[in-house]
C-alpha cells in the first residue's frame, strides 16, 4: 500500500471502532437498558452464526462471514434505526457504501457488501439469516431475563404462534438452528461445566 492507502486503511478502522460505541436502537422499543448490545457486538455474533449457517446451507463461509463483517458498517454514519425509526428516516445507503467502502484500496468489502444488499445470491439470503438469528438470540435472552416485550416478540406480537420469529427467515437451516434457539435456555451451555470444588493443581 501506499502512504494514502494506508491512511485511508487507518481511517478505516477507526471508524470500525466506533460501532463498539453505538447501542443498537431496539432497546427503546423492547424497554431494555441493555448497554452491552451494541452494533460491533451484534455484528460479531452474526459472524460466528454465519460461519455455522453457511456450513449447513454448503455455501461460501467466507463470503458469508464478509458480508456480516460489513452489513452495519454503515450505522457508523447513520446510527441504528428500529422498525418505528425507519418508518419516518430516510438513509442515504448508497451515497454512504460509496464513500466509506468504495474508497478503500481494495474494493474486496466494497463488492461483498453490495451483494449481501442486493440479497440475490445463496450467501447473501445465509447472511441475512444469521442476522435474524441474532435478534432471535438476543430476544431468547431477554426473555429468560423477565423481559415482557422480549417474550411478545418472540411469541407474535399480534397473534400468537411457536416459533413465530422463525417465520421471517429462509433457509431451512437457519429455520431449524431458529427453532433449536427457542427450545434452548439462554444458560445451558455451562451446565456441564458448573462445580462446586475447586481444581487442583
Given at each position: 500500500?501506499?502512504?494514502?492507502?494506508?491512511?485511508?486503511?487507518?481511517?478505516?478502522?477507526?471508524?470500525?471502532?466506533?460501532?463498539?460505541?453505538?447501542?443498537?436502537?431496539?432497546?427503546?422499543?423492547?424497554?431494555?437498558?441493555?448497554?452491552?448490545?451494541n452494533?460491533?457486538?451484534?455484528?460479531?455474533?452474526?459472524?460466528?452464526?454465519?460461519?455455522?449457517?453457511?456450513?449447513?446451507?454448503?455455501?461460501?463461509?467466507?463470503?458469508?462471514?464478509?458480508?456480516?463483517?460489513?452489513?452495519?458498517?454503515?450505522?457508523?454514519?447513520?446510527?441504528?434505526?428500529?422498525?418505528?425509526?425507519?418508518?419516518?428516516?430516510?438513509?442515504?445507503?448508497?451515497?454512504?457504501?460509496?464513500?466509506?467502502?468504495?474508497?478503500?484500496?481494495?474494493?474486496?468489502?466494497?463488492?461483498?457488501?453490495?451483494?449481501?444488499?442486493?440479497?440475490?445470491?445463496?450467501?447473501?439470503?445465509?447472511?441475512?439469516?444469521?442476522?435474524?438469528?441474532?435478534?432471535?438470540?438476543?430476544?431468547?435472552?431477554?426473555?429468560?431475563?423477565?423481559?415482557?416485550?422480549?417474550?411478545?416478540?418472540?411469541?407474535g406480537?399480534?397473534?400468537?404462534?411457536?416459533?413465530?420469529?422463525?417465520?421471517?427467515?429462509?433457509?431451512?437451516?437457519?429455520?431449524?438452528?431458529?427453532?433449536?434457539?427457542?427450545?434452548?435456555?439462554?444458560?445451558s451451555?455451562?451446565?456441564?461445566?458448573?462445580?462446586?470444588?475447586?481444581?487442583?493443581?
Amino acid at each position: 500500500m501506499n502512504p494514502k492507502e494506508l491512511q485511508r486503511t487507518a481511517q478505516f478502522l477507526f471508524e470500525v471502532g466506533t460501532l463498539r460505541k453505538l447501542n443498537r436502537s431496539h432497546r427503546q422499543l423492547l424497554l431494555t437498558d441493555d448497554m452491552s448490545d451494541n452494533i460491533a457486538a451484534h455484528s460479531f455474533r452474526a459472524i460466528v452464526i454465519g460461519y455455522f449457517l453457511a456450513r449447513m446451507e454448503g455455501v461460501n463461509a467466507e463470503k458469508v462471514m464478509m458480508m456480516l463483517f460489513t452489513h452495519d458498517i454503515g450505522e457508523a454514519r447513520t446510527n441504528d434505526h428500529n422498525w418505528l425509526h425507519k418508518r419516518y428516516v430516510a438513509e442515504a445507503e448508497d451515497e454512504i457504501l460509496n464513500e466509506q467502502l468504495g474508497t478503500l484500496p481494495s474494493l474486496e468489502l466494497f463488492n461483498v457488501a453490495t451483494e449481501y444488499s442486493e440479497r440475490r445470491t445463496p450467501e447473501a439470503i445465509v447472511a441475512k439469516d444469521a442476522d435474524l438469528l441474532d435478534q432471535i438470540l438476543l430476544l431468547r435472552e431477554y426473555a429468560h431475563q423477565g423481559n415482557l416485550e422480549a417474550k411478545k416478540w418472540l411469541e407474535g406480537k399480534t397473534v400468537k404462534r411457536p416459533y413465530s420469529y422463525v417465520e421471517r427467515l429462509k433457509t431451512e437451516s437457519a429455520k431449524a438452528l431458529g427453532r433449536a434457539i427457542y427450545d434452548e435456555e439462554p444458560s445451558s451451555w455451562w451446565n456441564n461445566l458448573f462445580t462446586s470444588e475447586r481444581r487442583q493443581l
